[in-house]
């Protein structure tokens, strides 16, 4: 048994890709059904379908923990933290259900493990062409979650201000973008050092998310002589074999 379970989670198989399919769409699942619950009141219901996650999750992170060669290592991997703080909000309510936006650093860790980029690679042509600008806005997406999760864990319910995600939001994306139209502050000392972090996180991270976005490092040029397809975009030679490649820039013709 032990062994079957190992091979979904690690090997190159079909079964094994369809698994690691099937908890990506979990993970999706899960951070959505964080982000829409922060609307409504917790009920009885949310609060089972909470509980029913958190089962999910830590049956999961026990599997991983089981398979894992080195568990030392593993336990203070960032995703591995990430699952515990995870699994303690849903099912341990009072540990704050927002800290359960961490769920995405685990997507994250899927979305980045071989595996799964090689079978999406192969899957779908489009993810094949434009990888690292998937990637990139996968990782601001991921930031902004993170961030704006770490906001609302924080200041809801003692801030008015944050009432829900969209607040929380608003206010990441205003502060990161240096706008800051003032109508929402997070209140107190530690309110005001939270906001400088997500200040200078903001200049560094996520502008140069945002630049891999809209002006990627890398281009797709196949080098004629020996096949390689990514190079700098100023590049002259192919860094493999030393041909001279070609590459179309803007203002050439």
């Given at each position: 048994?032990?062994?079957?379970?190992?091979?979904?989670?690690?090997?190159?198989?079909?079964?094994?890709?369809?698994?690691?399919?099937?908890?990506?769409?979990?993970?999706?699942?899960?951070i959505a059904f964080v982000v829409v619950?922060?609307?409504?009141?917790?009920?009885?219901?949310?609060?089972?379908?909470?509980?029913?996650?958190?089962?999910?999750?830590?049956?999961?992170?026990?599997?991983?923990?089981?398979?894992?060669?080195?568990?030392?290592?593993?336990?203070?991997?960032?995703?591995?933290?990430?699952?515990?703080?995870?699994?303690?909000?849903?099912?341990?309510?009072?540990?704050?259900?927002?800290?359960?936006?961490?769920?995405?650093?685990?997507?994250?860790?899927?979305?980045?493990?071989?595996?799964?980029?090689?079978?999406?690679?192969?899957?779908?042509?489009?993810?094949?062409?434009?990888?690292?600008?998937?990637?990139?806005?996968?990782?601001?997406?991921?930031?902004?979650?993170?961030?704006?999760?770490?906001?609302?864990?924080?200041?809801?319910?003692?801030?008015?201000?944050?009432?829900?995600?969209?607040?929380?939001?608003?206010?990441?994306?205003?502060?990161?973008?240096?706008?800051?139209?003032?109508?929402?502050?997070?209140?107190?000392?530690?309110?005001?050092?939270?906001?400088?972090?997500?200040?200078?996180?903001?200049?560094?991270?996520?502008?140069?998310?945002?630049?891999?976005?809209?002006?990627?490092?890398?281009?797709?040029?196949?080098?004629?002589?020996?096949?390689?397809?990514?190079?700098?975009?100023?590049a002259v030679h192919c860094k493999h074999?030393?041909?001279?490649?070609r590459i179309k820039t803007e203002g050439?013709?």
């Amino acid at each position: 048994m032990l062994s079957k379970l190992a091979s979904l989670y690690q090997d190159d198989t079909p079964a094994a890709h369809r698994f690691r399919y099937g908890l990506l769409a979990f993970d999706l699942g899960t951070i959505a059904f964080v982000v829409v619950t922060s609307f409504f009141k917790h009920t009885l219901a949310i609060e089972i379908i909470d509980a029913v996650l958190g089962v999910i999750i830590l049956a999961d992170f026990l599997i991983r923990f089981t398979i894992e060669k080195n568990k030392k290592t593993f336990m203070f991997r960032v995703a591995t933290i990430a699952d515990i703080i995870a699994i303690a909000s849903f099912l341990a309510p009072i540990a704050g259900e927002g800290f359960g936006f961490l769920r995405v650093l685990r997507t994250l860790r899927l979305l980045h493990t071989y595996e799964l980029s090689s079978r999406l690679r192969q899957d779908f042509r489009y993810f094949r062409e434009n990888q690292e600008i998937i990637l990139a806005a996968i990782n601001l997406f991921v930031f902004l979650f993170v961030m704006t999760g770490l906001i609302y864990a924080t200041q809801y319910p003692e801030n008015p201000d944050i009432g829900n995600y969209a607040d929380a939001l608003y206010f990441t994306v205003t502060t990161l973008t240096t706008t800051g139209f003032g109508d929402i502050t997070l209140h107190g000392t530690s309110g005001r050092m939270l906001s400088v972090g997500v200040m200078i996180v903001g200049v560094t991270l996520f502008l140069r998310l945002a630049q891999v976005m809209f002006r990627p490092t890398k281009v797709r040029h196949e080098c004629s002589t020996c096949g390689l397809v990514l190079h700098d975009a100023d590049a002259v030679h192919c860094k493999h074999c030393g041909e001279t490649i070609r590459i179309k820039t803007e203002g050439v013709y």
